[in-house]
């Protein structure tokens, strides 16, 4: 079984910066992209990044110059640096595996739990 873990989630005012973190863990071989989604309240979860194992990036317009990802293949963990946040950052944050190849079987599409990042004075 594979499950993916959200960290770093909280309360930061405008401007301030968070980092989240999302470990996999299981019987893992490898993971093709994994990446961050938002759900902010009220409405559709929506793309933030991805990243590929060779470290291939893509970024939501709205996000661009101001987050970035990074994963670290060996820990099979994916992160995502967030700076210059504003109040529209405001959303429930989820991590997301694609082609998780475990010795049992291939996941298409593993999520996370998520965890809430709140953007506020």
């Known amino acids: 079984q594979v499950q993916l873990v959200e960290s770093g989630g909280g309360l930061v005012q405008p401007g301030g910066s968070l980092r989240l973190s999302c470990a996999a863990s299981?019987?893992?071989?490898?993971?093709?992209?994994m990446g961050w989604y938002r759900q902010p309240p009220g409405k559709q979860r929506e793309l933030v990044a991805t990243?590929?194992?060779?470290?291939?990036?893509n970024y939501a317009d709205s996000v661009k110059g101001r987050f970035s990802i990074s994963r670290d293949n060996a820990k099979k963990t994916v992160y995502l640096q967030m700076n210059s946040l504003k109040p529209e950052d405001t959303a429930v944050y989820y991590c997301?595996?694609?082609?998780?190849?475990?010795?049992?079987?291939?996941?298409?599409?593993?999520w996370g739990q998520g965890t809430q990042v709140t953007v506020s004075s």
């Open positions: 990243i590929t194992s060779g470290g291939s990036t």
């Open positions: 997301n595996a694609k082609r998780v190849l475990t010795r049992e079987t291939m996941h298409l599409e593993v």
């Open positions: 299981g019987s893992i071989l490898s993971i093709n992209a």
